[in-house]
């Protein structure tokens, strides 16, 4: 079953969105996976966000490579790469429309299904909302009160979708868990606390990005101190304050703040990781701290892996 101590899990996305020669993908198929494993153990890691985790569950549908296709060989493959599995991630078609609750709702179980399998108690849930217009003004309203963000009805129908995703996935042993955001309507303080207050919290848990919450104006440590009783799990990254103040004074876009670096490795930005982690101790948090930096400016994934694994370990003593 899941682990029950804090412990800290690499995501696959630095892989994914390495750049890479045009018509070669190093960790490409079941060999390049195997690869990808490799490195993030040898950069300290003894957890991994596992394959399929964040890909759209539908139940039945057939495995589109040649990668692990059921929780068990999901188990078996980790295990002879020295590795347990991390939660995953469930996004779908938006929330707020009525039209898709039971899509949603029949989704999300079959996920919680594979993430109990898995040995997990906790699925990350990412907003369904990102737009246009949301990408092009992301972290500008540091403040909130963004003038895109839902009406009441909206927020009232995103809830309740969520609730019964959430729901559903405590039928099957596992925590819904809200996953904020930057260029989505998930972003600011004012719209984490409408997730807050409108989902029930013996349904619905927050599994939030620490370093979507800087871009988005929030102060992690506050956060947390009014909200870890409901937290089930965790991603960081750190965040390049330089490239968030140019983004707020410009009006950069998401893509264009991310072609400058704006996700540092943990230890290289702005936020105080022994702050948090000292309160996570403090206050018994006992689940996944994720390492997730979603682009690098390092040479290779590895790499930017081994440097937040480092600074964890060496700064913050974990």
Known sequence: MSDSTLHIACSPITWRNIPK??????????AGYARMLDEVREAGYSHVVAAGGRR????????????PATPEETLAFLSEHGLKPAP??????????????????EGVREAAR????????????GPASFTPERRATAGHYPQGNRPDSFTDDQWKE?????NRMGEACRQEGVWLALHNHAGAIWETADEMDRLDEGTDPSLVSWGPDVGHMVWGGVDPLPWFQRHTDRVRSIHIKDMNASVLERGRREKL???QQSDLGVFAEIGEGCVDWP??????????????????????????????????RRYLREVVGI
């Open 158 to 162: 995103e809830c309740e979708t969520l």
């Open 56 to 67: 759209r569950q539908a139940a039945g549908a057939p495995a589109a490579d040649d990668m």
């Open 253 to 255: 876009s998401y893509g």
């Open 275 to 308: 702050a948090l982690f000292a309160f996570w101790k403090e206050r018994g948090y006992a689940a996944a701290v994720v390492v997730e930096t979603d682009r690098t400016t390092k040479p290779t994934a590895k790499e930017s892996a081994t440097i937040s």
């Open 21 to 30: 020669p045009a018509g070669e993908d190093p960790y490409a198929g079941r």
């Open 88 to 105: 995953g991630y469930y996004s779908g078609p938006a929330y707020h429309e009525p039209a898709n609750r039971a899509g949603n709702v």
């Open 114 to 125: 594979q993430m109990r399998a898995l040995g997990l108690d906790a699925l990350f849930a």
